[in-house]
């Protein structure tokens, strides 16, 4: 590039915005579109008045859903169930952390109790999951012990760091024993688009406590947020009304101190959706009597689905999630079907879609890899942090059985199959919606992975790599030799990490 020709370059602004609210930013950049102002004079002008009249217009009335996507909230959640955390985090466009099993240890009482509970079935449910903590404790201590007694400690490590380390080691096997029910928190940051998706599915959940979460995260959006600034705004203000300073300086102190709600307008007709909860009630039916006296066929725990048509693809994918069979078996049952059977199944999935409805999770088909996955729910929680790809879950349910570590048999850990084994038998003398709460997770848990061929060689990658939960490494490692057989050309590119459980202990 000459000279001449580099001068006549027009440089771009660039400008970080910080202290504008997020309904008001996110109404100052959906006028690029209509206006030729700066941000900067378009967020001089706003007043919010103006963002809300704006936003009921444009976004309330013409639909124009991406403008939400421009105010972002961070919330906190605390003190909910792991239940519900895996349904607050499930999905697509989704920032966050939650607390580690891995790294934190759990408490004894820290445990949710679902609503409606009392008399003996209150009893028979504290007592299951009082008998699954005290087993956690346990096994924690006799598995650091085993490890401690027989591992050396490397001559570069202190004791402390030594012991530190055995001790997460731990923490992988015993938090199999954690129900459902144990008490977590977590932070996220999401648009108001994405809010707003997620209060309608918690609100349209069959969990008290997620349609809780999902008006409480309402009211959290339109209620004055949380500022850390306000007790030294506070303090500044008494100190300018002590010195008695002139009524439009404190005015000006007070506008700026005034308490803000993130998303009063974008998220206060947010409603449970009628198109999900009557969707799945009715595919549940159809479910039930499609598979009738069918039950789940013996399968590998990674299974990678051969390619299938668009239609097939979609009205399995309809089912799946109803239904506790492989992906393949459904496959194998519908294939069967003349074309307008699978329409019923496709018409049944679109019926209850109303004018705002976005599609269901169901219709994002057309992947290239399809893997069908049976882990343990705790492995799961791991995978389900990969929001590039598709997740269609399966209900919990204790038909497929659990996992026991090795290390588990080694260490010969004397609580861990009585405590899991009295957890189901409580759970079957439980209301429905409750007996899932006492679920450890060791329970396995059928979930549908659909991804492009980048995001599968990335979670390959990533998850098999030392340092790892071993469960979800042994699960990258599968999906690794399912792709091998049937893309072995391709799958010879991703750089998959091999296990070596000796070598791996210490390494984090």
């Given at each position: 590039?000459s000279?001449?020709e580099t001068?006549?370059?027009?440089?771009a602004?660039?400008y970080a915005i910080?202290?504008?609210e997020?309904?008001i930013?996110?109404?100052?950049?959906?006028?690029y579109?209509?206006?030729?102002?700066?941000?900067?004079?378009?967020l001089r002008?706003?007043d919010?008045q103006?963002?809300e009249?704006?936003l009921?217009?444009?976004?309330?009335?013409?639909g124009?859903r991406?403008?939400a996507?421009?105010?972002?909230i961070s919330?906190?959640?605390e003190?909910?169930?792991?239940?519900?955390?895996?349904?607050v985090?499930?999905?697509?466009?989704?920032d966050?952390q939650?607390?580690?099993?891995r790294?934190?240890q759990?408490?004894?009482?820290d445990?949710?109790?679902?609503?409606?509970?009392?008399?003996?079935?209150l009893?028979?449910y504290?007592?299951?999951?009082?008998?699954?903590f005290?087993?956690?404790?346990?096994?924690?201590?006799e598995?650091f012990?085993?490890?401690k007694a027989?591992?050396?400690r490397?001559?570069?490590?202190?004791q402390e760091?030594f012991?530190r380390t055995l001790?997460?080691?731990?923490?992988?096997?015993?938090?199999y024993?954690?129900?459902l029910?144990?008490?977590t928190?977590l932070?996220?940051?999401v648009?108001a688009?994405?809010?707003?998706?997620?209060i309608a599915?918690?609100?349209?959940?069959?969990?008290?406590e997620c349609v809780?979460l999902?008006?409480?995260?309402?009211?959290?959006?339109c209620?004055?947020?949380w500022?850390?600034?306000?007790?030294?705004?506070q303090?500044?203000?008494?100190a300018?009304?002590e010195?008695?300073m002139?009524?439009?300086?404190?005015?000006?102190a007070?506008?700026?101190?005034?308490p803000?709600?993130?998303?009063?307008?974008l998220v206060?007709?947010?409603d449970p959706s009628?198109?999900?909860?009557?969707t799945r009630?009715?595919?549940?039916?159809l479910?039930?009597?499609?598979?009738?006296?069918?039950?789940p066929?013996?399968v590998p725990?990674v299974s990678l689905?051969?390619?299938?048509?668009?239609?097939l693809e979609l009205?399995?994918?309809?089912?799946y999630?109803?239904?506790?069979l492989?992906y393949?078996q459904?496959?194998?049952?519908?294939?069967?079907?003349?074309?307008?059977?699978?329409r019923?199944?496709?018409?049944?999935g679109?019926?209850h879609?109303?004018?705002?409805?976005?599609?269901?999770?169901e219709?994002?088909?057309?992947y290239?890899?399809?893997f069908d996955?049976l882990?343990?729910?705790g492995?799961f929680?791991d995978?389900?942090r990969?929001?590039?790809?598709?997740?269609?879950?399966?209900?919990?349910?204790?038909?497929h059985?659990h996992?026991?570590?090795?290390?588990?048999n080694?260490?010969?850990v004397?609580r861990y199959q009585p405590a899991i084994?009295?957890?189901?038998e409580a759970a079957s003398r439980?209301?429905?919606?409750?007996?899932?709460y006492l679920?450890p997770?060791?329970?396995?848990?059928r979930?549908?992975?659909?991804?492009d061929?980048?995001?599968?060689?990335?979670?390959?990658?990533?998850?098999?790599?030392?340092g790892g939960?071993f469960?979800?490494r042994?699960?990258?490692?599968?999906?690794?030799q399912a792709l091998?057989?049937?893309h072995?050309?391709?799958?010879?590119y991703?750089?998959v990490?091999p296990m070596?459980?000796?070598?791996?202990?210490l390494?984090r």
């Amino acid at each position: 590039m000459s000279a001449a020709e580099t001068s006549a370059l027009t440089p771009a602004q660039v400008y970080a915005i910080w202290g504008a609210e997020p309904e008001i930013n996110a109404y100052a950049m959906a006028k690029y579109s209509r206006s030729a102002l700066s941000l900067t004079e378009s967020l001089r002008e706003i007043d919010g008045q103006k963002a809300e009249k704006f936003l009921n217009t444009f976004y309330f009335q013409y639909g124009h859903r991406s403008i939400a996507d421009l105010a972002h909230i961070s919330f906190a959640i605390e003190k909910l169930s792991l239940l519900a955390a895996i349904e607050v985090c499930d999905e697509t466009r989704w920032d966050g952390q939650e607390r580690s099993t891995r790294y934190q240890q759990f408490r004894p009482g820290d445990w949710q109790i679902p609503p409606d509970l009392s008399g003996a079935e209150l009893a028979i449910y504290e007592q299951a999951a009082g008998t699954l903590f005290s087993a956690y404790e346990t096994t924690t201590a006799e598995i650091f012990e085993y490890l401690k007694a027989r591992q050396t400690r490397p001559s570069d490590w202190s004791q402390e760091r030594f012991e530190r380390t055995l001790r997460a080691r731990a923490f992988d096997h015993s938090r199999y024993l954690l129900p459902l029910a144990t008490l977590t928190s977590l932070g996220q940051i999401v648009s108001a688009r994405t809010l707003e998706g997620q209060i309608a599915r918690l609100m349209s959940s069959a969990w008290q406590e997620c349609v809780l979460l999902g008006r409480q995260l309402r009211q959290a959006a339109c209620e004055a947020a949380w500022d850390p600034r306000q007790p030294q705004w506070q303090r500044i203000l008494a100190a300018m009304r002590e010195a008695r300073m002139p009524a439009d300086v404190i005015q000006a102190a007070e506008n700026l101190a005034r308490p803000i709600a993130t998303a009063p307008t974008l998220v206060k007709y947010t409603d449970p959706s009628p198109y999900q909860t009557e969707t799945r009630r009715e595919l549940r039916e159809l479910a039930a009597a499609i598979f009738k006296d069918q039950q789940p066929r013996p399968v590998p725990r990674v299974s990678l689905a051969p390619s299938h048509s668009l239609e097939l693809e979609l009205a399995a994918s309809l089912l799946y999630t109803v239904c506790d069979l492989p992906y393949q078996q459904i496959l194998d049952v519908i294939g069967g079907f003349s074309a307008p059977q699978r329409r019923e199944i496709l018409d049944l999935g679109q019926r209850h879609r109303g004018r705002h409805d976005e599609w269901g999770r169901e219709w994002r088909a057309g992947y290239g890899f399809a893997f069908d996955i049976l882990q343990d729910v705790g492995s799961f929680r791991d995978l389900h942090r990969h929001r590039r790809c598709v997740q269609l879950h399966q209900e919990y349910t204790w038909t497929h059985g659990h996992d026991t570590p090795e290390l588990c048999n080694q260490a010969q850990v004397s609580r861990y199959q009585p405590a899991i084994a009295a957890a189901r038998e409580a759970a079957s003398r439980l209301p429905p919606g409750t007996g899932e709460y006492l679920m450890p997770l060791a329970q396995r848990k059928r979930t549908l992975f659909k991804m492009d061929a980048a995001e599968a060689a990335y979670i390959i990658e990533l998850r098999s790599a030392p340092g790892g939960h071993f469960a979800y490494r042994e699960i990258a490692q599968e999906m690794h030799q399912a792709l091998s057989r049937q893309h072995p050309g391709w799958a010879d590119y991703v750089r998959v990490s091999p296990m070596d459980w000796e070598s791996d202990l210490l390494r984090r």
